[in-house]
């Protein structure tokens, strides 16, 4: 637990390099559960031009030295200085062989960061500042070295002992004991080292690398999860062969681990060669993951692969770097998983993510770059600014550049720092150079916060049959950033006629009109482009693949919006325009419901979704897409002041419309792939069910769904159609869903990660009634506050995608919520300032709401002994 002092702030204009060099380090480790002991030895000398003689600064935290010695001198305490996580040797000799020995306590590490237990085996999880919590040690990302590390245990216990790199040496030890040594022979910061230890199973297979290299694959697991490895492993190999093709990128050791865990932080963890994972992205059978974990699984083994060259062999220089290695890893797998599904859909819903996680952050107290410029907790900044809005950054460099560009500047990117921890610019500057343009002032979008929001208007001379798009950039201020600079927008666009004809284009002083999506580039606050020898007033399609991550402003009128939903060829512009279209129906009838006023349904929108439903040839997945109605958090971001309940009446009246006057449609398409046919793996059997339970959600709106939905799960084969049952029935409170609940309990209450499903499933219910059930929930034997897949899944899905519970306006979710962050912050810092978050956009309610978030932030912030993280998150939403 982290002590009660809030971080100091720390600017990314104070980075000073280490003076020292670190040649090698030495560890060993005397595995035990209660208390492990930890030598370290590491070879230090003074770089050139480091003005000798210099201190060498290590950090620590949570250790209980033993001893230290500088170069076999035993120190004491008046030979360094031992303050707050800094301990400061002064004046080392050029040559340094530090040996330190430590204890540390595993099993009462409840952070999930260093060493700690989970079930009976150990782990580590060292990014960002983890390994401080192991041993003494420079814990910065721009100290590189060679690990050997040396493993001891009792062998019935901890038979399984893994580290990173190659396996050097194994050796039986008297008294049940064993040892295994592992050697990494690349360079790497310490947030990448990783230590297992523990009694697992395994499941392995082989890759071939392009030049020959065998490569061992190998993901461990607890004994029951064996039969659930195969996705994952299916996955993993299909990102070797991807990196190899895509990014000439290939494997560099003779080994890959994998373990999986059911206690931890994040999603996965990239360490070099041994990878370690939250269970809920390795584990996976049809009849216990949906199609969504089975994606997710995907991206996330991808994602963590592709870290080996982007994260590992180059490294960031310090924490302010983060997007450097995330948001360019991001778009790796977003690619890769495009190009192993629909392109399309993966691209809809990276956008849909984007605007619902990423723009109200943009928007908020917590705002800030992709490359932050100042933190006081870096835990807090594995964010969706620095993750997704940077992949969308490493997306406009491709759009700019093109494929063979883009490859060029990541050659380069290589050539230059392999086995170096760089910058953003150093990655802007290889981009630039391989290409021969000047990216300068597209490096903005390193350093300002913010979503731009892009005005657009047109106008149509008939006479000169020119027509004229106008575009005006304004990036609104956010907190310590007044004052906003243009940003390059790669402005991707087409024109269709109002039958929807694309049409060819001819800027004003072109020779000739060219067919299909034209790239412009926007740099300036306002640009006009003019096209010539245009027949009619054309209908615009904007930001084609959405080209730039802006707000765009457009009046569209429904009938364009129609012609675009119809006839569009970009499938991001057919799907944003169907988003619009139900927005604006759904905000419309909001502010009648305000005024007093009787809801009507929106014919233009009826019009449209009977397009859709009518459409039998496009991917089931993307008209899947095209029906989900925006969700209720997204519509509340588009509103002055947030009317939470005025929203969700508004979205339910909608899309019951919508149901009622499709429900031929629903029903006709519901039957037709609801075939009975067996539960299949592949891209387009995960299509046909999204569509066939998006129709299903509909159909439970008129009534008759409930039959349908009772069917479905009795006849389910797989988690996909089980799970879209269940919610269906549990949302409309049908007396089918209690005993569906039941049942699904009986069956699963031993499986943590489906346990999770039956717990969202119940906290994500609307009403101001559903903070009891959480409550009540929280003392059943299958959550643990102590896990964070738990508390992410009850407390964070109601907090966060239950508007009409957190926000009930007797403020008893807000008391409730803020209670768990209290009890979270004194177990796992990380986890309670990510729930903390929940109250970032409190000042968008209305004055009861905001008054009652307010109190209770001010309670958070009040509690006795609060960590860095929470303080940090607390302290912004309330300035
Ligand atoms: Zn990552």
């Not at 707000?551 to 569209?556: G, L, N, P, S, T």
Request: charged content about 25%; glycine content about 6%; proline content about 4%.
């Amino acid at each position: 637990m982290k002590e009660g002092i809030a971080g100091k702030t720390i600017y990314r204009k104070d980075y000073l390099a280490y003076p020292w060099d670190v040649n090698h380090l030495d560890l060993h480790f005397d595995i035990g559960i209660e208390t492990t002991i930890v030598r370290a030895e590491m070879a230090f000398e003074l770089k050139d031009g480091a003005g000798a003689p210099q201190d060498i600064v290590l950090n620590g935290s949570d250790l209980q030295l033993v001893s230290i010695r500088l170069n076999d001198r035993i120190l004491t305490t008046d030979d360094y200085v031992l303050e707050g996580e800094t301990l400061t040797i002064p004046g080392a000799p050029q040559n340094s062989i530090l040996k330190t020995e430590v204890r540390i306590h595993p099993a009462s590490n409840s952070a999930l960061e260093g060493l700690y237990l989970s079930g009976k085996f150990l782990l580590t999880q060292c990014e960002a500042q983890g390994f401080r919590k192991i041993t003494w040690f420079p814990d910065r990302p721009d100290v590189m070295t060679t690990y050997r590390v040396t493993l001891e245990a009792d062998k019935s216990n901890f038979p399984v002992l893994l580290s990173n790199g190659n396996k050097t040496e194994t050796a039986e030890l008297p008294s049940g004991r064993h040892r295994v040594c592992w050697q990494d022979p690349f360079p790497k910061p310490s947030y990448l080292f990783a230590l297992v230890a523990g009694d697992l199973s395994l499941v392995e297979d082989h890759f071939i690398t392009r030049s020959g290299r065998d490569v061992s694959l190998r993901i461990y697991v607890e004994k029951e999860n064996l039969d659930r490895c195969d996705h994952a492993m299916e996955s993993l190999v299909n990102s070797m062969r991807w990196d190899e093709d895509r990014f000439d990128l290939e494997y560099d050791l003779d080994i890959y681990h994998i373990v999986a865990t059911n206690d931890f932080n994040m999603g996965a963890m990239e360490n070099k060669s041994l990878n370690i994972f939250n269970s809920k992205y390795v584990l996976a059978r049809p009849d216990t993951a949906t199609d969504a974990d089975y994606q997710g699984i995907e991206g996330v083994i991808g994602h963590e692969y592709f870290h080996n060259w982007t994260g590992n062999r180059v490294t960031c220089q310090d924490w302010f770097q983060l997007t450097l290695k995330e948001g360019l890893t991001v778009f790796r797998d977003e690619e890769f998983s495009a190009d192993m599904q629909s392109r399309a859909v993966k691209r809809i819903r990276v956008v849909r993510d984007l605007r619902s996680r990423q723009f109200p952050e943009d928007d908020g107290p917590m705002a800030h770059p992709i490359r932050p410029d100042h933190y006081a907790e870096i835990n807090n900044f594995y964010t969706a600014t620095v993750y997704q809005k940077g992949a969308t950054i490493i997306r406009m460099y491709h759009t700019l550049l093109g494929e063979s560009g883009f490859q060029k500047g990541m050659k380069l990117y290589f050539e230059r720092h392999d086995g170096q921890a760089v910058t953003c610019d150093d990655f802007l500057s290889a981009m630039a150079d391989a290409n021969d343009v000047n990216l300068d002032r597209f490096g903005r979008w390193y350093s300002q916060s913010g979503t731009p929001q892009v005005f657009v208007s047109d106008h149509y001379d008939a006479s000169t049959k020119r027509y004229t798009l106008t575009l005006k950039q304004i990036t609104p201020a956010t907190p310590g950033q007044q004052d906003k600079l243009p940003l390059v927008l790669p402005f991707a666009l087409g024109l269709l006629t109002s039958q929807g004809e694309e049409l060819a284009l001819q800027l004003e002083g072109e020779t000739e009109a060219v067919s299909g999506t034209r790239l412009l580039i926007m740099e300036e606050a306002q640009q006009a482009f003019s096209f010539i020898n245009i027949p009619q007033a054309p209908v615009p399609s904007l930001f084609r693949d959405y080209s730039a991550p802006v707000k765009i402003f457009f009046d569209y009128l429904p009938e364009q919006l129609a012609t675009l939903i119809a006839y569009d060829s970009d499938a991001y512009v057919r799907w944003d325009a169907a988003q619009r279209m139900a927005q604006n129906a759904i905000l419309e009838q909001c502010r009648q419901r305000a005024k007093g006023n009787e809801m009507v349904l929106d014919t233009s929108l009826v019009r449209a979704f009977r397009g859709i439903m009518s459409d039998n040839q496009a991917d089931p997945a993307l008209l899947a897409e095209a029906l989900q109605l925006p969700d209720e958090d997204y519509l509340a971001e588009q509103m002055e002041v947030a009317d939470v309940e005025g929203i969700h009446e508004a979205r339910k009246f909608i899309k019951k419309g919508l149901a009622i006057e499709l429900e031929a449609l629903f029903s006709g398409r519901y039957a037709t792939l609801n075939d009975g046919s067996p539960y299949q793996k592949t891209a387009i059997a995960m299509a046909r069910r999204s569509l066939k339970n998006i129709c299903l959600s509909y159909l439970l709106e008129t009534g008759t769904g409930e039959s349908l939905a009772g069917a479905q799960l009795a006849s389910s084969d797989n988690m996909t159609d089980t799970l879209a049952a269940m919610q269906g029935l549990v949302l409309m409170d049908s007396p089918l869903a209690k005993t569906a609940l039941l049942e699904f309990e009986t069956k699963w209450q031993a499986d943590a990660l489906v346990m999770d499903k039956w717990f969202i499933m119940q906290a994500i219910k609307p009403g101001s009634n559903t903070v009891t059930t959480v409550r009540a929930l929280m003392d059943h034997p299958a959550f643990s506050i102590q896990n964070p897949n738990k508390v992410r899944a009850l407390i964070g899905v109601f907090a966060m995608l239950n508007p009409t519970g957190f926000h009930a306006a007797d403020g008893s979710g807000y008391a409730f919520h803020a209670d768990r962050v209290i009890e979270l912050d004194a177990l796992n810092p990380q986890i309670a300032a990510r729930m903390a978050s929940a109250f970032n956009r409190w000042k968008r309610y209305d004055e009861g709401r905001k008054a009652l978030m307010k109190t209770e932030l001010e309670r958070i912030a009040s509690a006795g002994g609060l960590s860095g993280d929470v303080s940090e998150i607390v302290s912004n939403a309330l300035r």
